[in-house]
């Protein structure tokens, strides 16, 4: 148990809808990074964040949206979907120490129709 | 975009052999890791590397790093059946992209009882 939690870990919807899936870091962690991974594109970076604030942004569509809060927790929210978004959603922190290591959470399937 | 390369893109051995899966990866680095992943699982931490250490061992794990190469290599001895999953290389640059990972396509190890 990486100690990183995602909600939900699966979800079915419909293109053109918009679904949020939510990550709590590890205790005390202050980064939250989100990642994609699918077939094709295999796993990519999309955003991090650091205490609240975007630190940095990756392959990351305009109809995707992320933010932090102030428990630390983190949403992705992803709309106007197309079947081409259906991948597994990964969300990872890393801890005060900056050893590099990233803790990732089981993932958000995620699956259009 | 993938920045590593991995080879052998699938590797199947019997247990208790030795296990040896390649990373190159394009522009400079901070440090490289190695993660694996359980079918459909969230991504492991085993292993990181910085770009001034050219090897490092934890367990049955070793990992070399040549940065004139742009290269890596992590090899697993004595393998067990519970080491089948996905590895992934994933490299950081470092500075500004601190955590910002560029994963490999990953090798797909298989081990036989």
């Known amino acids: 148990d990486s100690g990183v939690t995602q909600t939900p870990k699966h979800l079915i919807t419909a293109t053109g809808q918009r679904v949020t899936l939510r990550c709590s870091p590890r205790s005390g962690d202050l980064s939250v990074y989100w990642y994609q991974q699918s077939l094709d594109q295999g796993l990519q970076f999309l955003i991090q964040?650091?205490?609240?604030?975007?630190?940095a942004k990756g392959n990351i569509l305009e109809r995707f949206s992320a933010q932090q809060f102030p428990d630390l927790h983190s949403e992705l929210n992803l709309s106007s979907l197309e079947l081409g978004d259906s991948a597994l959603y990964f969300c990872?922190?890393?801890?005060?120490?900056?050893?590099?290591?990233?803790?990732f959470g089981e993932g958000s399937r995620l699956t259009v129709l | 975009s993938q920045q590593g390369e991995e080879d052998p893109q699938a590797l199947s051995i019997q247990e208790g052999e030795n296990a040896t899966m390649n990373c190159s990866y394009k522009t400079s680095i901070n440090n490289l890791q190695w993660y694996r992943q359980n079918s459909g699982r969230g991504l492991v931490h085993l292993i990181l590397?910085?770009?001034?250490?050219r090897e490092k061992h934890s367990g049955r794990l070793r990992v070399t790093l040549d940065t004139s190469k742009k290269s890596s290599s992590l090899l697993i001895t004595a393998s067990r059946a519970a080491d089948t999953a996905s590895y992934f290389c994933?490299?950081?640059?470092?500075?500004?992209?601190?955590?910002?990972?560029?994963f490999g396509q990953g090798t797909i190890l298989t081990v036989h009882p």
């Open positions: 994933a490299t950081d640059a470092g500075g500004t992209s601190y955590g910002k990972l560029t």
């Open positions: 590397i910085r770009s001034n250490e």
């Open positions: 964040y650091y205490n609240g604030e975007e630190r």
């Open positions: 990872a922190s890393s801890s005060r120490t900056m050893s590099g290591e990233l803790f």
